[in-house]
């Protein structure tokens, strides 16, 4: 694989040595293809597609689902060359199954497959902003707010919060491939999941009802930035009754990062999300990347 556009796919690349990073990420992509965790398509045209497919949501939604992680061209490949091999794509998952899912996740820079995509109609559903610190060894909030760790108790409130807090624009919600009921479901179960173990921290407000979190995970060390420790934060929710506390998590999880020696952070959010890109800015993060998520899917309801 050529490692030419790879620097705008490695999520790691916006804290330093990008190269290495694009490096390291298609290394990674390798080791899969030769475990059998990808397939390789020939798209055709010297093209070739990087296909995943995903266990967890085929077995959660019913329904086999894909990630398109990643497409290798020639120099000067056109739109139009890239939607046939996307069309190909779909047209193979089509044969294999009756109904399924893909998606790709395309950083903005990558104007080639964006306009393939598009060319072969497939629907952007997404745009999402990643930003990031990476001096949080030097976080100071100007005032500390009490917080505690989540635990199994509270489930059936964090649940509940994350249907309450939902955002109309992430890409369960915006995706007509998921019904309103499915997306909200989904949401309910992944930080039910991250209080059993999925994410490293889980933070609610100390007092109360545990209608406000925030989760976040601790990185393995990268190749491409030894020594770096980095965390990220995942998935938030602020209940309307807890108005004003997402700011109050976001600085406490960045204290806590802190507190744990992480170097870098990052997390990522809907473009139209200004409230929580707002907060963010306000925290001392600055922006990292933009990408663009893009799905097609055959699905039979009843």
């Not at 061209?73 to 893909?102: E, K, T, W």
């Not at 930035?225 to 406490?252: D, H, T």
């Not at 959010?269 to 907060?279: D, I, Y």
């Amino acid at each position: 694989m050529t490692h030419g556009r790879a620097v705008h796919y490695a999520p790691l690349a916006i804290l330093g040595q990008p190269e290495a990073c694009g490096h390291s990420w298609l290394a990674e992509l390798e080791a899969d293809l030769q475990a059998g965790a990808l397939e390789r398509i020939d798209g055709g045209d010297g093209i070739a597609l990087y296909l995943r497919a995903l266990a967890w949501d085929s077995g959660y939604f019913g329904v086999p689902s894909f990630r398109l992680e990643y497409t290798e061209m020639p120099p000067g490949c056109s739109a139009a060359v890239l939607a046939l091999a996307y069309a190909r794509l779909r047209a193979l998952l089509a044969a294999r199954h009756p109904q399924f899912y893909l998606m790709a996740e395309v950083p903005a820079e990558d104007t080639a497959a964006i306009g393939g995509m598009s060319r072969a109609a497939w629907r952007m559903i997404e745009t999402r902003i990643t930003c990031y610190r990476d001096d949080i060894q030097r976080f100071a909030p100007p005032r500390r707010y009490a917080v505690r760790d989540a635990a199994d108790a509270d489930v059936t409130e964090l649940r509940l919060a994350a249907i309450d807090a939902v955002n109309l624009y992430d890409r369960f919600h915006a995706d007509d491939f998921f019904t309103r009921a499915e997306a909200d479901a989904f949401l309910a179960t992944y930080v039910a999941n991250s209080v059993a173990g999925f994410a490293d921290e889980v933070i609610v407000p100390a007092s109360g009802p545990a209608n406000a979190f925030l989760t976040a995970l601790y990185l393995p060390e990268a190749d491409a930035l030894p020594g770096r420790r980095i965390g990220k934060m995942v998935l938030s929710a602020v209940a309307a009754a807890r108005s004003g506390w997402y700011v109050k998590l976001i600085g406490e999880m960045s204290m806590r990062m802190r507190e744990r020696g992480v170097d870098s952070v990052f997390m990522t959010t809907q473009a139209t999300n200004r409230a929580v890109l707002k907060v963010w800015q306000h925290h001392g993060y600055r922006y990292g990347r933009c990408t663009h998520l893009f799905s097609t899917y055959e699905r039979h309801r009843p």
